[in-house]
């Protein structure tokens, strides 16, 4: 996704039907979620519901292939992003005031009724509009929330959130495996979880300037 980006915001950028293409990406993204529920290629009891690790949901949730329509939706939504802030495009106060009610909603809804929705659908790109709609609504909107966001520690936190992703999973094994190997309670365990998320925002805001 790194490396295809530029070719990818290039040719979408020029491209008169990226409204289509947003739609046409969601329902793609949704059919291989569908797909792998109806044809149960993992042979388990019960595919729709059932949060398990095998070889095809693997594939349904991690394979750049079937996450490719998600990307192409984060991009599109991005370019709307910029057209909107240069006023190239436009939206009506009341249109963006109704995308920042109504997203927020269906995301709050979603989390509430997470164990009723199929997993494949609810890991994949099921919500990514609603995202897309509230990423979008707050810059633009401003007010108190997108003020707070746009303070400097958590900008410094919104640079560093990448190299949060994916120092993350090691220091949280780190973390773990600490714990298993000198047998630490329940409750210690939860302190040094909470020690753990210091320790990958510290590591993540070095590696951040230090590095990238």
């Known amino acids: 996704f790194y490396a295809s980006f530029p070719l990818i ?3 979408l950028n020029r491209s008169t039907k990226r409204t289509s293409i947003f739609i046409a990406g969601y329902c793609l993204s949704l059919l291989v979620s569908v797909a792998y529920c109806i044809l149960n290629p993992d ?3 019960d595919p729709w519901f059932t949060r398990h690790k095998d070889t095809w949901i693997d594939v349904v949730r991690f394979n750049p292939l079937v996450r ?27 249109g963006l005031r109704a995308v920042a009610l109504i997203c927020p909603a269906v995301l709050g ?36 929330l997108a003020r707070a966001l746009a303070s400097p520690p958590l900008l410094v936190l919104g640079d560093a959130s990448y190299a949060l992703y994916i120092l993350h999973f090691p220091v949280q094994e780190a973390v773990r495996k ?7 309670s329940d409750t210690s365990f939860f302190l ?19 590095v990238e």
């Open 109 to 144: 809804l979603a989390l509430a009724a997470s164990d009723a929705i199929p997993y494949a659908l609810l890991h994949n790109g099921l919500l990514a509009p609603a995202f897309a709609g509230v990423i979008l609504s707050l810059p633009l909107r401003g007010g108190r």
């Open 43 to 45: 042979d388990i009891a």
């Open 68 to 94: 490719l329509p998600e990307f192409l939706m984060g991009v599109i939504a991005g370019q709307v992003f910029l057209d909107l802030r240069s006023q190239r495009l436009a939206l009506s106060a009341t």
């Open 9 to 11: 915001a290039h040719l």
């Open 178 to 184: 600490t714990c298993e190997r000198f047998d630490v």
């Open 192 to 210: 040094a979880n909470a020690l753990a998320i210091i320790i990958v925002i510290a590591a993540s805001v070095l590696v951040h300037r230090l």
